[in-house]
């Protein structure tokens, strides 16, 4: 695999109108989602659905990439065909979540350190004869009192790097992910703050490791009021924010940006993401969306665990997705989705 095929990749992940669909979460996560629907938490429940999501037809006219769990990439369809295999067939580029989980990271309470590097070479030579061309890994970071401390951004930053550089030794394009949770009180300014710090030593240490940034897509969380704040910063503010703090830290040479979802409604999530694009700023970089939650939930929900409503799900799917990809060229409308 070439330095020219890493790009490649990157830039086709990130296509204008078009973003990544995050189908990757682990057992936990896809179970506690699962059980609020009185979906039965079994490896064919999440067979069957994964198998809705993807089927979708026309979902490549605005999903690029899907990210899969390690169970996923293993799988097969219902019908047999592998997951990747049907996935690159129908367009979309097959992606892996390579980390193992955030753990409390030791001597520091309430804060969490990504583990998943021992033997992550053998693993992305695995995933990538899997077909796996791009691959994740997220961080997370807590704002408190008193916290991130440095010593909970110089680890998860230092393990993204290393994480992104031996993914593209494997030809695989790193998503590096620093996710600033929005669980909290705080002011938008205070998430400027820990969101640019974050992303700044996060390249610091992508330089450091010589991660080639033409072959990288960033994944970061956007710049906005604490989820449990007295009073919530509007659309084009975080918009204005959030661009503002990217400008400032992202390298022009990145191809792309691609947002995590991170708990916000459908609505506010491609909303922002409109907004961006609509601020008459010169963008140097793709800017699009890789939302779990925002793609997914009210497709879960109409699905429900019945093979019955699969079409229900899909049509509602197809529709968060072609929202998504016309918020990703600054088109989105919150009315004209209501109306559809
Ligand atoms: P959300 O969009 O639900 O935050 O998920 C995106 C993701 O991949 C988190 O790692």
Request: aromatic share 6%; with cysteine.
């Amino acid at each position: 695999m070439s330095v020219e095929e890493l790009k490649q990749i990157a830039k086709a992940m990130v296509a204008p109108g078009k973003g990544i669909l995050a189908m990757d979460e682990s057992h936990p996560t896809c179970g506690k989602r699962f059980k609020a629907l009185g979906i039965p938490e079994t490896e064919e429940m999440r067979q069957a659905y994964r198998d809705m999501l993807v089927t979708t037809e026309g979902l490549s006219d605005y999903i690029s990439g899907a990210i899969l769990f390690d169970e996923t990439i293993h799988q097969t369809l219902l019908d047999g065909t592998p997951f990747p295999k049907y996935l690159s067939e129908n367009g979309i580029i097959p992606g892996i979540k390579v980390d193992a989980g955030a753990h409390p990271l030791a001597g520091h309470d309430d804060e969490k350190v990504t583990e998943g590097l021992d033997g992550l070479r053998t693993r992305l030579n695995e995933y990538y004869d899997l077909g796996a061309r791009f691959s994740k890994w997220r961080a997370v970071i807590t704002i408190g009192d008193d916290i991130p401390s440095w010593a909970c951004i110089e680890a998860n930053a230092h393990a993204l790097a290393r994480y992104a550089k031996l993914s593209q030794e494997a030809g695989i394009v790193p998503i590096v992910e620093p996710e600033v949770l929005m669980d909290g009180t705080h002011s938008i300014e205070r998430s400027y703050e820990v969101t640019e710090l974050a992303q700044r030593i996060t390249f610091q240490h992508l330089r450091n490791q010589g991660v080639l940034m033409e072959g990288m897509i960033l994944k970061p969380s956007m710049v906005i009021s604490g989820v449990s704040a007295s009073s919530r910063a509007d659309v084009e503010t975080v918009a204005r924010e959030t661009v503002r703090c990217l400008m400032n830290t992202v390298p022009a040479t990145v191809p792309g940006i691609a947002f995590l979802s991170g708990g916000q409604s459908d609505e506010e999530a491609s909303s922002h993401l409109n907004a961006m694009h609509n601020l008459g700023i010169d963008l140097p970089w793709g800017l699009t969306f890789s939302y779990g939650r925002a793609l997914q939930h009210a497709s879960m929900t109409a699905w429900g665990g019945d093979s019955a409503n699969v079409s229900a799900a899909q049509k509602v799917l197809l529709q968060r997705a072609r929202s998504n990809g016309k918020a990703a060229l600054g088109d989105y409308s919150a009315d004209a989705e209501k109306a559809a």
